[in-house]
Every structure is written in C-alpha cells, then in structure tokens.
C-alpha cells in the first residue's frame, strides 16, 4: 500500500507539474490532487524534493538497469536522455524552478553510477587506488551532466542518440587510457 500512495503522490506531482513550476506547487495543492491529506504526504517524504528525488530514483533504476558495463553504457546514457525526453515538460518545470539542484544531483548520481561500474568493469586486474577510479568517473560524469543541462536548456531539440554517438566517439578509449595512467605501479 506504501507504494501505491506514493506512486499516486508522484502522479499528482507530474500532473501539477506540467501546469506550473515547480516552486509554485505546495504540499497541499499535491495532497488535494491526490484526494489525501497532508499527514499521509509527510508519512511517506519529508518535503517536496523528497518525493521528487523519490521519483527520480524509482523511475531511473528502471531505465538503467543492466546498462553499466563498457559495452551497454551507451544504452544506459540514451535511456536517461530518453527519461528526460519522455519527461519533458515536468524536467524543464524543474530545470527552470529554484530547486534546480536536485535535477542536477539526480543526473549526476545516475551518471556516476553507470560510469563507476563501467570503470570497475575496465579496472579489473589493475592496481588502481579507488581515489583515482572515483576521479575519472566524476570528470566525465561531469561532462555528462554538462551535455544533459545544454540539451535541456537549449529545448530538447537535437536527437538524444546523435549525442550520445558523437559522446562515443569523442571519449573511445579514453578511460583505458586514464587507468592505465593512474596505475598504482606507474605513479610515483
């Protein structure tokens, strides 16, 4: 039954979401949508960028499932470009509201998260202290989100797969190389 009130609190954030921006929702505008009352609300998230981190996390390990390996992570990258894509008018209500920031978090513990599994996966057999895994996957987890943010602010009109493809080949061999970099017996 818990997932079923907040998935149904999550329906009425999307439906109130393609009407206004974010930070002109309230709670209670979200529990007269959903026919329930705040108590219920506060039971299940603490505010509301509780319930759209929720959301973002529900519905994102769905799209990433299975996709953080070296040959899959472009499948993994398109899927998140599709989520938003497919999401559109709710992720740019976001992207234009003072809560900015938890879009921002969310694409980024997305990216990282397929990135790191990419780069273990590579790592295997090498000696490379985690400090220096975590450093790669967060560099092009930045340029990632840089790419997602552009695309989202620039309307979402290039075709998420040309991105993606041109991302593949900008980047082909890149990570080896900077394993092979950091490499604990080649770094004095």
Not at 28 to 53: A, G, P
Not at 68 to 77: I, P, R
Not at 138 to 146: D, E, M, R, S, T
Request: proline share 1%; glycine share 4%.
């Amino acid at each position: 039954m818990s997932q079923t009130t907040k998935k149904a609190l999550v329906a009425s954030l999307k439906k109130l979401l393609v009407l206004k921006p974010l930070d002109k929702i309230t709670v209670v505008d979200i529990v007269e949508d959903c026919e329930v009352n705040r108590q219920t609300f506060y039971y299940h998230f603490q505010d509301i960028y509780d319930l759209i981190e929720w959301m973002f996390l529900s519905e994102s390990t769905k799209a990433l499932d299975g996709n953080k390996t070296y040959d899959t992570w472009q499948v993994g990258f398109l899927q998140i470009f599709e989520y938003v894509e497919h999401n559109k008018t709710l992720v740019t209500n976001i992207y234009h509201s003072i809560s900015r920031t938890h879009l921002e978090r969310f694409l980024g513990n997305e990216t990282y998260s397929l990135l790191i599994g990419v780069i273990n996966e590579m790592a295997k057999g090498m000696s490379i202290r985690d400090e220096y895994k975590n450093f790669i996957a967060n560099f092009y987890k930045f340029a990632f989100v840089g790419l997602m943010l552009d695309w989202i602010e620039s309307g979402m009109k290039e075709e998420p797969a040309l991105i993606i493809e041109r991302l593949s080949i900008l980047i082909h061999g890149d990570i080896l190389k900077a394993l092979n970099i950091y490499r604990t017996d080649s770094i004095n």
